[in-house]
């Protein structure tokens, strides 16, 4: 006997010692069981029945006993009876016992002539169900069952519904208490109790998914549901639900001959028919019923009452017309008269039809049938006048595509056209218009493809539509057109969706080029849907054809596929309800097995170097019902923020994780969703180097802490030596700075004599800039004044004259030309002294501005009478000064708040510096031509005044020091070097600016800026 220990991975064993009364009685073991106290039962072959204490690990026979002698040696099998507390023993040779653990008790059950007893006295097999009844397996004579003491036997008798062999040598029990049991070369037998049936499955070479032997040894049931089945030849496993679905050929045997089973259009009608279109096979009415064929439609050319074409794409029942589509014409069926009336394309009928391919068909709510065809657009049938209305491409607001692929009426009765390359239409009934929406590569939310194959609308009135390639969109918002995508990466099998039916519980059930998919969204998280997929293995079809769906009024789906077609209730699809256990199967660092001990898989810890941060899991979810469909999702607490959808691939990795604590989560869902939630996890420790380590951190803070301490005691006596040296020297240099006190004492009044003489030097430099300015304005207001005065001077004489003239002459005519001389003479006196005049109230309304006070003026007037004065003042000095001045004044410029004496200052003196400039240049350079500009701008918050001269400049190295005190450019004696100082004082003190630009040997330009208020 071997024992295995799952928390240590290794194995005890137990063997025969011949010296030894508490090893076990033989080594030839058949049977275990295990009672309530946790005993451990053990039927041997030669040995008889032993009793394992797990505990003291020593073994009781009980063979030996007076009280169950009778068993004999031979053990073939045991069982634990939990309601009676008892031990059911069978044997090779004496029949059956049970053993009353509680009274030590043995009874016998040995077979005899009564038909109640049991049939053999070699037992292959025990086994106790859920209900307590106890079955027994024998080598020749079936199967027992027991029954209030007698016993009901199961024999083989060549029915079909019988025991398939009479050598049982395993029994278990499904969920839901049918019975398994295996044979001796009749293969797998299914007992149902309820109905008193079974059923037998054998092994068949042709079918490679068939029993592998038809000696079955045993039968072990899973918390899946899945039998594993042990036979001659291998391990067996079996799930009688795995087959969902069941596909049904019209043509049986198509294989062997020309037809096929390849369904283009399928119709449940409202009394329960199937009508169906096979490719180039017509059309097929087949009872749903009975699963049976009714009648064929096929085309007839010599009967015009035939179809009109044996491919038939679409269909759409009307009362007791059931209109067709076909690849010739649009067919009306009469069901009462089984006729068919054909509608085709006519060149010389513009009403007739407009195209003879038909793709899809609809009535809609307000009785209105409405033909799609490929290549010829959208049409409308009007039953009163037989008339076809036509709906094509070309127009504005037209149909995007001519080639219609389906028709849609949703429950706000809007009107839907998909089409093979123009995207998605809706139809607005009141101008016959329509609205396309289309894939458009730069924009995310619209439609994921052209290629529009099917529409449908859920419970919720959510619009869905299937693409050719792009997979599955619904209709998020109508007024922007935008769209949500669901595609192979969001889980489906295939991205051709071929038709959408929706179901009862707003489940989408979808055909692909895949399979089947269920499909349903999560109001919360509508980017993670449902999806539950099926295909061949679950006796599906892997491809279906555009639109070959329909739902029955009772709620069955339909879906047609190039080998048949598939009927189902979504309601009667089982699920596999078994949450599947997830296990870590391996563990890998730098991509080197790493192993998984059991300290390892119990106490769920690995830890790791700093180094071995590179490492990656193996995992398996445990359903064995087509475990390729389990899919899984994992994080590693720490560092994953979330959980990673990984589908059915079971393997992840990890990179440069830094060191610290992780937790691995890994989770599993079965083949049909159905997730283990709680998963399995291991805990992950990655430890730091040593130089990260909280000892090596204190190791370093102790050796950081000696080092200062050590440090400051030494620095401690240092300072202590150095301070006495200190106090002696300070003491001595005491001394000396109190004799140089003495001496500084004397000196700073002598300084401050000497400041005081400064500030008043100062201020008489400033008296004398002023009085300089003063007596350039002064000059050149009496050269202005001086030219009328001697206007007067010089007619008053020239008058007097001439009045002397008018008295001694007699002749009348020289008198009047006198008196109109004197006339002239007395108009000129008047003129030049309203000009002095003039220039008097100049100067007046100067001295009353220049107080300080601001007062709004007029710039471009003060900016004229500057230059007027400035040029007066540099004649009056030099006489044969000449400047081209241009004046560009700001005819638009309104009153500036300004002290007005103090900004002519300014003016006067920026001009004063530009005819000096340039008359400097005048004397070095010949044939040159000085030229002054001034000019006024503004904007909404202040004034600009710009003076440029086209003088020598000024050197940028001096540039910066223009505005500082006393410092000038003109030759000593020339200038105070207070003027540009005085001017940058007075535009500050208007919360102005004032800026210079100079290139040299071309111009120097100043730029004056003062706020308007």
């Known amino acids: 006997l071997n024992v295995f220990n799952p928390a240590s991975g290794h194995f005890t064993r137990y063997k025969n010692e011949a010296k030894n009364n508490s090893s076990v009685s033989s080594n030839l073991i058949t049977s275990l069981a295990e009672d309530d106290e946790?005993?451990?039962?053990?039927?041997?072959?030669?040995?008889?029945?032993?009793?394992?204490?797990?505990?003291?690990?020593?073994?009781?026979?009980?063979?030996?006993?007076?009280n169950i002698s009778g068993t004999g040696d031979y053990i073939s099998a045991l069982a634990y009876d939990k309601k009676k507390n008892s031990l059911w023993i069978g044997t090779s040779d004496k029949g059956l016992f049970n053993y009353d653990l509680k009274k030590s008790n043995l009874t016998s059950f040995a077979h005899t002539e009564s038909e109640s007893s049991i049939s053999d006295n070699n037992i292959t097999a025990l086994y106790v169900d859920e209900k307590g009844t106890l079955w027994i397996g024998t080598l020749n004579e079936g199967l027992n069952k027991m029954d209030a003491g007698n016993f009901v036997h199961y024999k083989s008798s060549g029915d079909a519904n019988a025991l398939s062999q009479n050598s049982v040598f395993g029994i278990s029990e499904d969920a839901k208490g049918n019975l398994w049991i295996g044979t001796l070369g009749g293969g797998l037998n299914i007992f149902y109790p309820d109905i008193n049936s079974f059923t037998s499955y054998h092994s068949d070479t042709k079918d490679d998914a068939s029993l592998s032997n038809n000696t079955v040894w045993s039968v072990y049931i899973d918390n899946a549901g899945t039998a594993w089945i042990g036979t001659s030849k291998g391990l067996n496993t079996f799930d009688k639900n795995r087959v969902k679905f069941i596909t049904y050929k019209i043509n049986e045997g198509a294989e062997e001959s020309f037809l096929n089973n390849n369904v283009l259009s399928i119709h449940a009608t409202n009394s329960g028919e199937l009508w169906i279109g096979i490719l180039g096979d017509g059309l097929h009415q087949y009872d749903a019923k009975n699963k049976k064929e009714i009648s064929v439609f096929r085309n007839n050319p010599a009967d015009e009452n035939s179809i009109s074409n044996n491919n038939v794409f679409c269909m759409e029942e009307d009362n007791n017309i059931l209109w067709i589509g076909t690849y010739d014409g649009l067919n009306a069926y009469d069901r009462s008269t089984?006729?068919?009336?054909?509608?085709?394309?006519?060149?010389?009928?513009?009403?007739?039809?407009?195209?003879?391919?038909?793709?899809?068909?609809?009535?809609?709510?307000?009785?209105?049938?409405?033909?799609?065809?490929?290549?010829?657009?959208?049409?409308?049938?009007?039953?009163?006048?037989?008339?076809?209305?036509?709906?094509?491409?070309?127009?504005?607001?037209?149909?995007?595509?001519?080639?219609?692929?389906?028709?849609?009426?949703?429950?706000?009765?809007?009107?839907?056209?998909?089409?093979?390359?123009?995207?998605?239409?809706?139809?607005?009934?009141?101008?016959?218009?329509?609205t396309s929406y289309k894939n458009n590569p730069l924009e995310g939310e619209s439609l994921s493809s052209n290629y529009v194959y099917c529409i449908a609308e859920d419970i919720n009135h959510q619009l869905w539509i299937g693409t050719y390639g792009a997979g599955l969109n619904s209709l998020s918002d109508i007024t922007k057109g935008a769209f949500t995508h669901y595609d192979e990466s969001s889980g489906l099998p295939n991205n051709i969706i071929s038709a959408i039916i929706p179901d009862e519980k707003n489940h989408l059930w979808l055909s692909t080029n895949n399979g089947i998919v269920e499909f349903a969204v999560n109001g919360e998280n509508m980017?993670?849907?449902?999806?539950?997929?099926?295909?061949?293995?679950?006796?599906?079809?892997?491809?279906?054809?555009?639109?070959?769906?329909?739902?029955?009024?009772?709620?069955?789906?339909?879906?047609?596929?190039?080998?048949?077609?598939?009927?189902?209730?979504?309601?009667?699809?089982?699920?596999?309800?078994?949450?599947?256990?997830?296990?870590?199967?391996?563990?890998?660092?730098?991509?080197?097995?790493?192993?998984?001990?059991?300290?390892?898989?119990?106490?769920?810890?690995?830890?790791?170097?700093?180094?071995?941060?590179?490492?990656?899991?193996?995992?398996?979810?445990?359903?064995?019902?087509?475990?390729?469909?389990?899919?899984?999702?994992?994080?590693?607490?720490?560092?994953?923020?979330?959980?990673?959808?990984?589908?059915?691939?079971?393997?992840?990795?990890?990179?440069?994780?830094?060191?610290?604590?992780?937790?691995?989560?890994?989770?599993?869902?079965?083949?049909?969703?159905?997730?283990?939630?709680?998963?399995?996890?291991?805990?992950?420790?990655?430890?730091?180097?040593f130089w990260l380590t909280w000892w090596f951190y204190i190791i370093v803070a102790l050796l950081f802490a000696t080092s200062i301490l050590l440090f400051i005691r030494l620095r401690t006596r240092a300072l202590i030596l150095q301070n006495r040296k200190m106090e002696k020297l300070v003491d001595e240099r005491t001394y000396q700075l109190k004799e140089e006190k003495e001496k500084t004492e004397e000196k700073s009044v002598e300084l401050e004599k000497t400041l005081r003489n400064l500030e008043n030097t100062q201020a008489q430099l400033i008296q004398s800039e002023k009085m300089a300015s003063l007596g350039v304005l002064t000059s050149g207001i009496a050269h202005e004044i001086k030219n009328p005065l001697n206007f007067v001077n010089n007619f008053s004489s020239l008058s007097s004259e001439m009045i002397e003239e008018i008295i001694e002459t007699s002749d009348e005519t020289e008198k009047e030309e006198l008196l109109h001389e004197l006339q002239q003479n007395l108009d000129k006196i008047n003129h030049h002294g309203k000009r002095a005049d003039n220039i008097i109230k100049s100067m007046l309304l100067h001295s009353r501005t220049?107080?300080?006070?601001?007062?709004?003026?007029?710039?471009?007037?003060?900016?004229?009478?500057n230059v007027d004065f400035a040029l007066l003042g540099i004649r009056s000095t030099i006489p044969d000064f000449n400047c081209e001045v241009h004046?560009?004044?700001?005819?638009?410029?309104?009153?500036?708040?300004?002290?007005?004496?103090?900004?002519?200052?300014v003016i006067l003196n920026l001009l004063n510096n530009a005819f000096y400039a340039v008359n400097e240049k005048v004397n070095l350079q010949k044939n040159f031509t000085p030229e002054v500009s001034i000019s006024i701008s503004h904007n909404d918050n202040a004034a600009t005044i710009k003076v440029k001269d086209n003088g020598s400049g000024i050197p940028p190295h001096i540039i910066d020091k223009i505005f500082n005190p006393f410092f000038t450019t003109k030759p000593t004696g020339e200038?105070?070097?207070?003027?540009?100082?005085?001017?940058?004082?007075?535009?500050?003190?208007?919360?102005?600016?004032?800026?210079?630009?100079?290139?040299?040997?071309?111009?120097t330009e100043f730029t004056v800026i003062i706020p308007l208020k």
């Open 975 to 1003: 200038g105070t070097g207070l003027g540009l100082s005085v001017s940058y004082d007075i535009i500050k003190a208007h919360n102005g600016d004032i800026s210079v630009k100079s290139e040299k040997d071309k111009y």
């Open 850 to 865: 220049g107080k300080g006070d601001k007062m709004p003026g007029d710039l471009n007037k003060l900016c004229e009478e």
């Open 338 to 434: 089984k006729k068919f009336i054909v509608y085709r394309h006519d060149d010389a009928n513009e009403n007739s039809l407009s195209n003879n391919y038909i793709t899809a068909l609809l009535k809609d709510s307000y009785g209105k049938l409405w033909i799609g065809t490929y290549g010829g657009g959208l049409n409308q049938y009007d039953a009163a006048s037989g008339k076809f209305i036509h709906y094509k491409t070309g127009k504005e607001n037209s149909l995007s595509n001519n080639s219609v692929s389906c028709i849609y009426e949703d429950s706000k009765h809007n009107l839907w056209i998909g089409t093979f390359g123009g995207g998605l239409n809706k139809f607005n009934r009141d101008n016959s218009t329509f």
């Open 527 to 689: 980017l993670r849907p449902f999806v539950r997929f099926f295909d061949e293995r679950d006796g599906l079809q892997f491809k279906y054809n555009p639109n070959a769906a329909d739902k029955s009024l009772s709620g069955e789906i339909y879906f047609g596929g190039v080998n048949g077609f598939n009927v189902f209730n979504p309601n009667q699809i089982l699920n596999n309800p078994y949450k599947p256990p997830v296990i870590i199967t391996r563990f890998k660092v730098f991509d080197k097995e790493f192993p998984l001990d059991s300290a390892i898989t119990h106490k769920k810890l690995i830890t790791l170097s700093y180094s071995q941060k590179f490492f990656s899991f193996e995992f398996a979810g445990l359903n064995y019902t087509f475990p390729e469909k389990n899919k899984y999702s994992y994080k590693l607490e720490g560092f994953d923020k979330d959980w990673i959808e990984s589908g059915n691939r079971r393997y992840a990795a990890y990179t440069n994780l830094s060191p610290g604590k992780y937790t691995f989560r890994v989770r599993s869902s079965n083949n049909d969703g159905i997730w283990n939630e709680e998963g399995t996890s291991i805990h992950i420790t990655i430890l730091p180097p």
């Open 887 to 905: 004046k560009n004044f700001d005819n638009q410029i309104p009153p500036v708040n300004m002290v007005q004496a103090e900004i002519a200052r």
């Open 38 to 66: 946790h005993n451990i039962w053990v039927g041997t072959s030669g040995g008889g029945l032993n009793m394992l204490n797990k505990k003291t690990g020593k073994f009781s026979k009980l063979f030996g006993k007076k």
